[in-house]
C-alpha cells in the first residue's frame, strides 16, 4: 500500500519538478531592425519556363492528333460492327448446299476477318502512342514542378 502511493505522489511530483526549471534569456536586442522585404512577383529561372510551356503545347498538339486518330478508329469500328452483322446474316440465311455462295460467304468473312485484325493493329499502335503521350507529359509534369518560385 506504502508503495502505491509513493509511485502516485512521485507521478504527481515530476510535471511540478519540470515546470520548476525554468530559464530566462538576457539576450538583448540593441540597434535598428533590419528590414524586412516580402516578394510579391514570382520569379523563376529563366528558360525553364518556356520550355515547359513549350513542351506543354507539343503534348497538347500531340493529345489533338490522338483524339483525330481515336475518332477514326471509333467510326472504322462502327464500320466494322455493321459489316459484321451483314455477314451473320448472311451466314444465317445462307444456303449450305450452294457451294458458289458458301464460297463468296467466306471470301467475304475472310476479308472481315483481315479487316478486324488491322483494325486492331491500329487500335494497340493508338494505345502504345497514347501510353507514350501519357509518360512524356508526367516526364513534362515532374521536371516543371521542381521549380521553384520565389515570390517577390
Known amino acids: ?7 502516485a505522489i512521485a507521478a504527481l511530483a515530476t510535471p511540478a519538478a519540470a515546470l520548476a526549471q525554468t530559464s530566462y534569456s538576457r539576450a538583448a536586442i540593441t540597434g535598428v531592425p533590419a528590414p524586412v522585404y516580402v516578394e510579391t512577383v514570382p520569379i523563376y529561372v529563366p528558360g525553364h519556363l518556356a520550355v515547359c510551356e513549350s513542351r506543354n503545347g507539343d ?6 492528333m490522338l483524339d483525330r486518330d481515336k475518332a477514326d ?3 472504322e469500328g462502327r464500320q466494322i460492327a455493321a ?4 455477314v451473320n ?3 444465317r440465311t445462307l444456303d ?10 467466306n471470301v467475304r468473312s475472310r476479308a472481315l ?4 485484325d488491322a483494325h486492331n493493329r491500329r487500335v494497340a499502335d493508338l494505345n502504345g502512342a497514347a501510353a507514350l ?3 512524356d507529359a508526367a516526364d513534362l509534369s515532374a521536371y516543371c514542378n521542381r521549380i521553384r518560385y520565389v515570390m517577390r
Open 73 to 75: 478508329i471509333d467510326r
Open 133 to 135: 503521350l501519357n509518360t
Open 96 to 105: 449450305r448446299t450452294d457451294n458458289v455462295a458458301v464460297d463468296a460467304y
Open 83 to 86: 459489316e459484321t452483322a451483314q
Open 113 to 116: 476477318n483481315e479487316r478486324v
Open 89 to 91: 446474316e448472311q451466314m
Open 1 to 7: 500500500m506504502r508503495l502505491s502511493l509513493a509511485l
Open 59 to 64: 503534348l497538347w498538339d500531340r493529345k489533338a
